[in-house]
């Protein structure tokens, strides 16, 4: 499959800048894999539009105050995101502008208050990222300093400031410092769910579980090669309770639709999905690349939002979007799915949905 084929024409004023307030009154196209029928709906109206019985499937990972802003000693500034603990102070990180860095350098991290310095020390480089060392004052941890001296990591298509609440869901919770999978970025399709509407869901005899994905850096990397096949998959740490195993199994054995929300559930769910649609508990690390062709094994039905033209998220809902409709009028599978998500996206932009993060969701069942 060639990665033009995931291009499209979004006009800029439809990428979502800031959060609807409150999260549930995002729009909602609702997408019927089966005919092809697209409905306009809003988030709140969930209730209505899924089965009793249904299982939704959450990532309750958080988002970590990840970007640090800092100088080197020449006065340079530096920017960080930092992806990955390794150790005490120590983390794995992106950095830029990186071409004039080298390995034992030294940058200082100040808080945007200017409250607080940490100096930090670059130990290695691997690839696209580096190895900081940080010497926090009077030996603290730097992952308790972050909440100060960190700023959430919005997406680079957001130029407006944000409250960090609106960039975490409601139901998002730090792990614990022996499983810190929280994220660089959010989850977003879970940011539409408000205490409220779960209720309603849960009154209408849809039950909740959920799972936790750290959602990395590679979630924003476009393809750039000109075939998939060539596209190197990001890898990213996943854990499932035994709690959320049992609720998923149970759900399969006796029928029941798993609905994911978010693609990094799908990722998930389908990284360690058996042949019946169940999974195991535990804790792992996945670059499963979900693309046309892909056969879905757990997942039933997908809550999501728009996507990047060239994303590995877009061949994702177009590999979903396949799953149940026969190619028609001699169409190949691997093209059917992705044509049904384009002309979904295009009557998204015809009624002028907003895009991306901040913008409205879209239900493929």
């Avoid at 919005?154 to 960039?167: D, F, G, Q, V």
């Avoid at 009154?203 to 075939?227: D, H, M, W, Y």
């Avoid at 728009?306 to 028609?328: M, Y």
Wanted: hydrophobic share 40%; with cysteine.
């Amino acid at each position: 499959m060639l990665a033009r084929e995931l291009d499209f024409h979004l006009p800029p004023h439809l990428i979502a800048q800031t959060p609807l307030e409150p999260r549930d009154a995002a729009r909602l196209l609702v997408l019927r894999r089966n005919s092809g029928e697209i409905t306009h709906r809003v988030v709140r109206d969930l209730p209505d539009l899924l089965q009793r019985g249904d299982l939704l499937v959450f990532n309750d990972t958080r988002v970590l105050r990840a970007r640090l802003r800092g100088f080197k000693p020449t006065g340079g500034r530096v920017e960080a995101l930092l992806l990955k603990e390794r150790g005490k102070n120590c983390w794995e990180a992106l950095l830029k502008p990186s071409k004039s860095l080298k390995i034992g350098g030294e940058v200082e991290w100040v808080s945007p208050d200017e409250s607080l310095r940490v100096a930090s020390r670059l130990a290695e480089r691997n690839d696209e990222a580096w190895q900081l060392q940080f010497s926090p004052p009077n030996d603290a941890d730097i992952r308790d300093l972050l909440p100060v001296l960190g700023e959430v990591p919005l997406p680079p298509y957001i130029r407006a400031s944000a409250e960090e609440a609106r960039y975490q869901t409601t139901f998002s919770r730090l792990k614990t410092e022996g499983n810190p999978l929280d994220s660089a970025a959010a989850p977003t399709a879970g940011l539409h769910f408000t205490p409220e509407l779960l209720l309603r869901l849960q009154e209408r005899g849809i039950e909740s579980a959920f799972v936790t994905l750290a959602v990395g850096a590679g979630t924003f990397r476009p393809v750039q090669s000109e075939s998939l096949d060539e596209h190197p998959m990001h890898a990213e740490e996943f854990s499932i309770s035994a709690q959320t195993a049992a609720q998923i199994n149970a759900q399969k054995a006796r029928g029941g639709r798993v609905v994911a929300v978010g693609t990094t559930t799908v990722r998930t769910l389908e990284s360690v999905a058996d042949a019946r649609g169940h999974v195991a508990a535990g804790e792992a690390q996945t670059s499963i690349f979900i693309r046309p062709g892909f056969e879905f094994r757990c997942v039933d039905a997908l809550l999501t939002n728009f996507h990047l033209p060239r994303s590995t998220l877009l061949a994702l809902v177009g590999a979903f979007a396949e799953s149940k409709r026969a190619p028609q009028n001699g169409e190949n599978g691997s093209k059917s799915g992705l044509a049904t998500i384009h002309a979904a996206y295009a009557e998204a932009i015809a009624h002028e949905y907003r895009f991306f993060s901040f913008g409205d969701a879209m239900l493929i069942d």
